[in-house]
């Protein structure tokens, strides 16, 4: 569905996607969106305001998260079908991408709105970007599960992918997610770690999950941390194609 041919009056909900660090990432047409908004749902309101007032932006701010969204989404969809613009906001990057959305997406739809989606930075697509890992097909991941058993069979279910896979990872347990995919995987398989996107202590390491666990077992990790793995070392040979340069016909 387009929402070309509505007038301005009509109401509308957006869902804007902001910086992941540098807060110069914002996008003209994101700014201008949030300008034109008569409220902001933030996932905190408090990062959200520094960005607001960064950029000179006063607008009602109101909360929206992962305890409050059920209550908070036809509270949202009543205002837009009444007319008014709403946006939502994440603390960083696009919402609905291991962030609150989807419910208010899922629930706006069922009402006839059409989401506007005000694209931006992402934390997702700079991984795949700066992995130099093959990235024509791949796979998300987000949050694996810290239960051991669910943990376990995500792992395994990454192992027997066959393509690229990114994953979200607290830095606490980054260390543990490295040596978990490489007794899986095996310690050939490439990775790529990124943390600190677009920040000022940005950083990128690549290498052999085996490489990259011995570089790094002194570190105590810190910051955002994403890690992308390549196929299994077993997985019809692709890693070395992709260290050769070439690719299969």
């Not at 949050?143 to 992918?161: C, D, Y």
């Not at 677009?198 to 290498?207: D, I, M």
Request: aromatic content about 6%; some cysteine.
């Amino acid at each position: 569905m387009s929402r070309e041919g509505n007038s301005p009056a009509d109401g509308a909900l957006y869902l804007v996607a902001t910086p992941i660090g540098n807060l110069e990432d914002m996008t003209i047409r994101a700014l201008n969106t949030l300008k034109e908004c008569d409220v902001i749902y933030a996932e905190d309101t408090r990062r959200t305001r520094i960005l607001l007032d960064k950029f000179e932006i006063h607008k009602k701010l109101e909360s929206y998260h992962i305890f409050n969204e059920h209550g908070k989404a036809s509270l949202i969809i009543g205002r837009v079908l009444a007319g008014e613009k709403a946006a939502l906001v994440t603390d960083a990057g696009m919402p609905c991408i291991a962030d609150p959305g989807f419910l208010l997406v899922r629930e706006a739809v069922k009402a006839g709105i059409e989401p506007v989606i005000v694209p931006g930075v992402s934390s997702l697509t700079f991984t795949v970007a700066a992995s130099a890992l093959p990235s024509d097909r791949f796979a998300f991941y987000g949050f694996l599960p810290v239960k051991s058993g669910r943990r376990s069979a995500a792992i395994k279910e990454i192992a027997s992918e066959g393509k690229s896979v990114v994953i979200f990872e607290s830095p606490y347990r980054v260390a543990k997610l490295l040596k978990e995919l490489a007794s899986v995987m095996g310690e050939d398989t490439l990775c790529a770690v990124v943390r600190e996107a677009t920040k000022v202590h940005e950083e990128v390491l690549r290498g052999t999950l085996g490489e990259v666990i011995e570089q790094t077992k002194e570190r105590n990790w810190k910051g955002e941390c994403i890690v992308m793995v390549g196929p299994s070392s077993g997985a019809d040979g692709l890693e070395n194609t992709f260290l050769n340069g070439e690719e299969e016909e």
